[in-house]
């Protein structure tokens, strides 16, 4: 059975939260995450998303110590605090030493933000172990709210449970047969994986008494669980002709089902989280503009791109605005977490000691 990538609740109650609040929902959690493995289910994250802090409080570095702490009294590590329209600037005091927080900035109708997201990034990098606060952060256009993936993820309205897959290998297996009717073969294949998934969550959401969300079947890689693979099986490699057909093929299916969905319900191809499409980029098979156009049909955006670290605040926005562009005109969830590594210039190869992500160049 393909895992459970994420069981994410969304709450309700405005910030600031309440150490009652994040038990409460941490129990919510760990009932479900039983209630999947007494199913015979792997589960490999719980995670926490809230309304946008910025809209209910001008957030400071004191508080997000406290939620920090109150989510490790319960052992939640992954907190999603939602999108700023302003106050960007304050994200990096938030996120450094808080490892559960993240956080995001909407760019969409809000392109001024754009700069002040480079330079939390710069920061980020700067400010962190191997520049890893990245992981955490991110720029949002078209992103809507109740999506369980991080760090886009985040709430409104009542408390509801949302979940989604560590599908690649789904695409991997509908992709053997070629190009010629994958999106009709990833359609099925993926109803089959995720239908007994929507009604055991749908179960277990009813048994806490929340909303259940929907399923955001956008098939996560994890290292060598690589969509990337599914690319190279119909295309010969990935970047090489074939792989803007297949994108659009593999979207086509994952927007096909009839089945309750939410969030970027797209494909992502994130370089440093997937060992195939990691090794094209150290290669130059693929770069940031092929990875723009293959999000003009597919999405998710830009995701765990490795840039060098001396790229200035202004080439950083300006690939924010192209990103946002890209999103506002398809009227798509599109996203970007980059990261300038630091200490590197283009050409130099990453040395992450994370297990969430496999090394290679770093390059615009």
Not at 223 to 231: R, T
């Amino acid at each position: 059975m393909v895992p459970i990538r994420t069981l994410t609740l969304g709450v309700a109650e405005p910030h600031p939260l309440s150490g009652d609040v994040i038990a409460k929902a941490a129990g919510a959690l760990r009932r479900a995450e039983a209630a999947c493995r007494d199913d015979g289910r792997e589960v490999q994250t719980l995670r926490l998303s809230t309304r946008p802090v910025f809209g209910d409080m001008t957030p400071t570095a004191a508080y997000a110590r406290e939620l920090q702490a109150m989510l490790d009294d319960v052992g939640l590590v992954y907190c999603s605090l939602g999108p700023a329209t302003s106050g960007v600037e304050i994200i990096p005091d938030l996120l450094i030493g808080n490892d559960a927080l993240n956080c995001t900035v909407r760019l969409d109708g809000n392109t001024g933000a754009a700069l002040p997201a480079a330079e939390a990034m710069l920061r980020l990098a700067d400010e962190t172990e191997e520049g890893f606060g990245n992981f955490r952060f991110a720029a949002l256009a078209c992103v809507p709210p109740g999506g369980p993936f991080f760090p886009a993820a985040y709430h409104e309205g009542p408390a509801n449970l949302t979940v989604g897959l560590q599908g690649a290998s789904v695409a991997v297996r509908a992709a053997e047969c070629g190009l010629d009717g994958l999106a009709e073969r990833a359609a099925a294949a993926i109803t089959t994986e995720a239908t007994p998934v929507v009604r055991l969550v749908e179960r277990i959401a009813s048994d806490l008494g929340v909303r259940f969300g929907g399923i955001d079947l956008s098939p996560a890689p994890n290292g060598p669980d690589s969509i990337g693979a599914a690319f190279e099986t119909v295309a010969g490699a990935f970047g090489a002709p074939g792989t803007l057909a297949a994108a659009a093929a593999l979207t086509e299916a994952l927007r096909g089902t009839a089945l309750p969905t939410c969030g970027y319900n797209g494909l992502m191809l994130p370089v440093m989280e997937d060992v195939v499409i990691a090794r094209r980029w150290a290669e130059g098979a693929i770069g940031l503009h092929d990875l723009l156009a293959y999000s003009s049909v597919c999405g998710t955006g830009l995701d765990t791109v490795p840039l060098p670290g001396d790229s200035s605040p202004g080439d950083l926005a300006r690939l924010l605005l192209d990103v946002t562009a890209l999103a506002v005109r398809l009227r798509k969830p599109l996203s970007a977490r980059l990261f300038p590594v630091p200490g590197t210039r283009a050409g130099d190869r990453t040395a992450f000691t994370s297990p969430y992500l496999t090394n290679t160049t770093v390059r615009w």
